[in-house]
């Protein structure tokens, strides 16, 4: 094991430390123990049996004297004086403005580069841990700083707000660019034809432009009810648009779509779920979770380790959890990532459109857009740092895959959303959809899966997959899905007038 120890100094901000957060990816046969202590942001103490290995890289962080200037915290993270009327803050409100803004000094061990991104994606300088980790860690400690000040302005925005008296709005939101009007289009026309739900919809365009071809897809004779209307805040990531929709619309419970999620069945069904009503926004999990970190892939120049590169924002070691002074914890929310393409969220909970906020002032910034994936991850870490209740799913998404033979399973093409027990919708359907598919049940499939019930689709790419790791459908259910692909086909072909 080769150590490297890397003093880090950040500017005139001074220097912030991680907390004794240990990065540890163990062996599949290792056992390992976390003891917690009571206070949030208290150090957290982690033994792992872990076999040794060349892949190790240690950094450790020595404690450097701070000027005096620097031990002062910036302005925006002193607490702010409470009205009598206030809500109740999070107990991360109450860290992220504290007076005291230093932890100890930390040793971090990376095993692995995978910590430091999102999905395959690199984005720090260097081929591996030698020359990726000091420009991770340098950008985290800073980034540490900004979470906390960027938290306390929030926590105190969300303390002032009143709890509203009026009975709440619930509709759709949808937010596109021009290339994606024929997708929604389609998409509302099964909602208002064929499920005939006639709550409010309304679709997000980035410009007048897209606004003006918008009208076009909806024209009053078509009688559609749709509102088309342009986003006022400007965003540079391409993820942040629908974020900055949710924020803009005065609807105060939303089911958040993208182009390319059909619904299957009536909103009715969330909007008026119990949970829901008492505040519980409600998401859905995506394909990958923390059990990827123990699936292999093949192993090969971009992936030396032979590591199933996905999930990486659900492993216990990534590197976004001290930087926002999150504890990972064995349970289904931090294990198992959230799909973005569909979310239903209260606007009335305390605190929810704080975390929103919080969600797309993430997204925006450069430090998370190299070790996220987009707005997918940043919603979910955002309500679970500021505990903003919300249940995800606990059903895997089902695949559908273009093919009439099981044996030659072909390329995935969509997946199957349920929700209490039913299909809710279909999605990546981004154009008419084949109607020769089969279909894959996970709850049938050999997922691997752990004690913290994180769950792995075996595959990316169904064709890169053993056969027995797939099990097919009973026909009533494939008989379904069917069904639902020739009702949204038909949309596809449909008149604009229609």
């Known amino acids: 094991m080769r150590a490297v120890y890397i003093p880090l100094i950040i500017g005139c901000m001074g220097v912030i430390w991680l907390g004794t957060h240990k990065f540890l990816v163990p062996p599949e046969d290792s056992a390992t123990t976390v003891t917690d202590q009571s206070k949030r942001g208290s ?35 002193k607490q702010a004086s409470q009205p009598d009327s206030a809500q109740k803050q999070p107990p991360a409100c109450q860290a992220a403005c504290s007076e005291s803004n230093a932890s100890p000094p930390a040793t971090l061990n990376a095993s692995t580069w995978l910590i430091c991104q999102g999905f395959w994606h690199r984005r720090f300088p260097g081929g591996g841990p030698e020359e990726m980790w000091p420009h991770c860690l340098k950008d985290g400690l800073a980034e540490r700083i900004a979470v906390r000040a960027k938290l306390c302005s929030l926590c105190k ?11 709440p709005r619930a509709g759709i939101l949808f937010s596109v660019g021009g290339h994606h009007l024929g997708l929604v289009s389609a998409s509302v026309r099964v909602i208002r034809r064929d499920i005939k739900w006639e709550g409010p919809i309304e679709i997000y365009c980035e410009n007048e432009h897209c606004k003006l071809n918008c009208d076009e897809h909806f024209p009053l004779a078509a009688k559609l009810n749709v509102d088309c209307v342009v986003l006022k805040e400007k965003f540079t990531v391409r993820y942040s648009s629908k974020l900055l929709a949710v924020l803009q619309t005065k609807l105060d419970h939303v089911l958040m779509l993208d182009a390319d999620n059909f619904l299957v069945q009536s909103p009715a069904m969330i909007f008026n779920d119990v949970k829901f009503q008492k505040g519980v926004s409600i998401g859905w999990p995506d394909l990958w979770g923390s059990a990827c970190q123990a699936t292999k892939w093949p192993k090969s120049p971009d992936n030396p380790m032979g590591v199933m590169i996905c999930g990486q924002s659900s492993w216990r070691d990534h590197v976004l959890f001290p930087v926002l002074d999150l504890e990972w914890k064995p349970e289904w929310r931090y294990t198992v990532e959230l799909t973005s393409s569909i979310f239903a969220i209260n606007k009335r909970t305390p605190f929810a459109t704080e975390a929103w906020k919080l969600a797309a002032w993430m997204t925006e910034r450069p430090f998370w857009t190299k070790v996220l994936y987009g707005d997918k991850d940043t919603i979910r870490l955002a309500f679970l740092l500021l505990e903003v209740p919300f249940d995800l799913i606990m059903e895997p998404p089902g695949q559908i895959l273009r093919s009439s033979n099981p044996k030659k399973s072909g390329h995935r093409r969509h997946l199957i959303n349920k929700f209490r027990g039913k299909v809710i919708s279909l999605d990546q359907i981004k154009q008419t959809p084949p109607l020769d598919i089969v279909v894959v049940d996970p709850l049938k499939s050999v997922y691997p899966t752990k004690g913290d019930n994180s769950y792995c689709a075996p595959e990316y790419d169904a064709s890169n997959v053993m056969q027995n790791h797939f099990a097919w459908d009973e026909k009533p259910l494939h008989d379904e899905i069917g069904t639902y692909l020739k009702q949204i086909e038909s949309r596809f072909n449909a008149d604009s007038t229609e």
């Open 157 to 167: 925005e969300g303390a002032a707000v009143a709890a509203a008296k009026t009975a």
């Open 43 to 77: 150090p957290r103490a982690v033994v792992a049996s872990q076999k040794p290995g060349p892949t190790v890289v240690a950094g450790t962080l020595q404690k450097i004297s701070q000027p005096d200037s620097a031990k002062q915290p910036p302005a925006a993270l």
